[in-house]
């Protein structure tokens, strides 16, 4: 099992930055990516920003640019997973949602989302 904790969101004004952190605790071995997807009400769920064990990363058209993802491993295991958001504009508010997904067998854990609000 992973725990997956978020943190980081707020209210920020068009133009402004956050920076959204995401714990993942538990049994760590065969993560093979972490990512961001956001939702906003009425919506699917999308992608936002994804990070794999080989450090390769994807970002929605959207964000690129203006988000980065990055992570932290402990013992060659990654358990952090932060998004720098970088001139934030009003379509990206949404609840933000970390994703830790496994092989061995293949999992995905989720966290409980953090609610990003940006103001024009």
């Known amino acids: 099992q992973v725990q997956v904790v978020e943190s980081g969101g707020g209210l920020v004004q068009s133009g402004g930055s956050l920076r959204l952190s995401c714990a993942a605790s538990g049994s760590l071995f065969h993560i093979y990516v972490m990512g961001w997807y956001r939702q906003v009400p009425g919506k699917q769920r999308e992608l936002v920003a994804t990070?794999?064990?080989?450090?390769?990363?994807?970002?929605?058209d959207s964000v690129k640019g203006r988000f980065t993802i990055s992570t932290i491993s402990t013992n060659n295991a990654k358990n952090t997973v932060y998004l720098q958001m970088n001139n934030l504009k009003p379509e990206d508010t949404a609840v933000y949602y970390c994703n830790v997904g496994k092989i061995l067998p293949r999992t995905e854990y989720w966290g409980q989302g953090t609610q990003v609000t940006v103001s024009s």
């Open positions: 990070v794999t064990s080989s450090d390769s990363t994807t970002y929605a």
